[in-house]
């Protein structure tokens, strides 16, 4: 069983939350640092600027988009070891990977999500 969820950073706070890590590179419009309570902010496992802005979170670039992402998150030491500090945090308590992005479905944190899972499988 997975102790890695999802949510938007404007969602409310839940204790249930557990560690709860900002993973955009960028700080979401119009929240407070102190409202996000935040446990850490991991900038470095977002997309690099390039592959963000690339995206654009254009849906029909997604599956292209997924493939760059996970590339990253395997090949670049810093986004690679980030993935497994979040790895080391969910062995011990839940963790709530937090984005500011507002489609749910073609965003990087779900991108994020399946490579931290996958390595959790290993």
Request: aromatic letters at 10%; charged letters at 35%.
């Amino acid at each position: 069983m997975s102790n890695i969820f999802l949510k938007r950073v404007y969602e409310p706070f839940d204790e249930m939350d557990g560690c709860r890590i900002l993973v955009d590179r960028l700080w979401p419009r119009g929240i407070s640092k102190e409202k996000a309570k935040l446990s850490f902010w991991l900038k470095e496992a977002a997309p690099s600027p390039e592959l963000r802005k690339w995206f654009c979170h254009k849906p029909e670039l997604f599956p292209e988009f997924r493939e760059r992402y996970l590339e990253e998150l395997r090949r670049e030491g810093v986004q690679s070891q980030t993935v497994d500090q979040i790895i080391e945090i969910a062995a011990k308590e839940p963790v709530t990977l937090l984005y500011g992005a507002k489609d749910p479905i073609y965003n990087h944190a779900l991108v994020l999500e399946e490579e931290i899972k996958n390595r959790m499988k290993d």
